[in-house]
């Protein structure tokens, strides 16, 4: 069998095949994502046709939405890791790479809005269905861009995974039955897995997660109820699906100038608070949508929210590597987008009951935006009482050893007072040879 040709840097190469990977997750994004976030305008006709209430009906965008982010599942064979790859081949431009790969969400959504429109009023909500599904076939071209590379930090993790195999082959040739290989087996296995998905035990990527399910239950529901809520204050179907597109290029420009804008200089380290910022703004959006009652008031609301949404979407990924590393991004970002799934599944339905029961959409939207709000508040407050008790320490460590000096990278201190004692030590050694010459 012809082994697979890696291409092999210590570094991410921030260029070169990089651009084709950002490309064939343009792509990818365009035919999951927009695709999915379209179903909305079959929503309608889904309800006509079947004579169901809005919580039924909303069960078909919540399970093909749920299925696309559920690890391993649909969509997810190529969205995740078409999104890790790009994490793999940029570091310093990382966030602009985001940008560009995730627009295509955006772009779908302003070109496939009133395609899907027009497909349903020409061929019917099936003959469009089918259409989209040999559309999504495109994805098989994306793959074939998808050229592994192995950084510094990989060869590290294979070399051991290697030398972990090797051993375990050779006590399975010489006494493939004992209890002993066995246990041998199961160490590595466990291992492996320990290191793989060792994230899952540190505190700010559990806060990520909590913080990822409130704000995916929040961002759902608007694109399955934003054509209904149109409709239904007199807005016809063409402007409506209209508001979609908007929804969808404001959400290019928010992807891309936003990632372009938190790769500068003075932002780069602010890119955690530029992602809390986004999420708290489109969960504002939210508050105020019952009062906008038409469409003139409608568009600049897509717009709004359009641009922050496609703005956070950008630095999820950012922000997730920032915590856990590149190392373990493609399996960090896995559970990420697994943990949209369950949100996604459900927030939809809940609002349509919502819708059902009060028969408004006023207390499903405001559940949306203070959902998202208090994701965007969850992590700021953590990351705030972070920073107190890491001041906090350096202020108690200042204090008992005044020779102890800490110096900060991110977020790992080093301390150099070990080496001012070794340094005291040989000079006292010195002071002592020089005083007693043999």
């Known amino acids: 069998m012809a082994k697979v040709n890696r291409s092999r840097s210590t570094s991410p190469p921030d260029g070169g095949w990089g651009w084709m990977i950002v490309a064939g997750c343009f792509l990818v994004t365009i035919c999951t994502r927009a695709v999915t976030r379209c179903i909305s305008i079959f929503f309608v006709d889904f309800q006509t046709y079947f004579s169901q209430d809005y919580a039924q009906t909303a069960w078909i965008h919540s399970i093909v939405d749920c299925v696309t982010m559920l690890c391993g599942l649909g969509f997810a064979l190529c969205y995740s890791p078409a999104i890790a790859m790009v994490g793999k081949y940029f570091s310093r431009r990382k966030a602009l790479a985001y940008g560009i790969s995730m627009s295509g969400s955006g772009i779908g959504i302003f070109i496939l809005a009133p395609v899907v429109q027009l497909l349903i009023e020409q061929f019917s909500w099936r003959g469009a269905l089918l259409i989209l599904g040999g559309f999504v076939l495109n994805l098989c071209v994306c793959g074939a861009l998808m050229r592994p590379i192995t950084l510094k930090d990989d060869q590290t993790t294979s070399e051991q995974n290697h030398v972990c195999r090797t051993e375990t082959q050779g006590f399975q040739r010489a006494s493939p039955s004992s209890t002993w290989t066995k246990e041998w087996v199961q160490t590595c296995l466990c291992g492996s897995l320990q290191q793989e998905y060792s994230f899952l035990l540190m505190s700010d990527f559990v806060v990520l997660a909590i913080s990822v399910l409130f704000m995916a239950y929040g961002c759902s529901p608007l694109f399955v109820y934003l054509v209904p809520y149109a409709l239904s204050i007199g807005v016809s179907h063409q402007q409506a699906a209209f508001l979609m597109s908007i929804l969808g290029v404001i959400d290019i420009i928010g992807n891309i100038t936003f990632g372009w804008l938190t790769d500068r200089r003075c932002l780069k380290n602010y890119q955690y608070i530029c992602y ?144 001012l004692d070794q340094k005291d030590g040989e000079s006292v050694a010195i002071a002592m040879l020089g005083s007693n010459p043999a």
């Open 276 to 419: 809390l910022f986004a999420i708290g703004m489109d969960g504002l959006c939210y508050l105020c949508l019952p009062m906008l009652q038409s469409l003139p008031l409608l568009v600049p609301f897509a717009c709004t929210f359009g641009y922050f949404d496609g703005a956070y979407v950008t630095l999820i990924p950012v922000v997730t590597a920032e915590i856990v590393g590149t190392t373990s991004l493609s399996s960090a970002l896995g559970v990420v987008y697994f943990l949209h799934a369950v949100p996604y599944l459900v927030s939809p339905p809940i609002a349509g009951w919502l819708v059902d029961t009060t028969g408004s959409y006023t207390a499903a939207f405001l559940l949306c935006g203070f959902s998202m709000i208090f994701s965007s508040v969850l992590l700021g407050f953590a990351r705030l009482v972070k920073k107190t008790r890491k001041t906090q320490l350096q202020f108690l460590a200042k204090e008992s050893d005044p020779k102890l000096k800490l110096w900060t990278n991110g977020s790992v201190a080093y301390s150099v007072a070990r080496e």
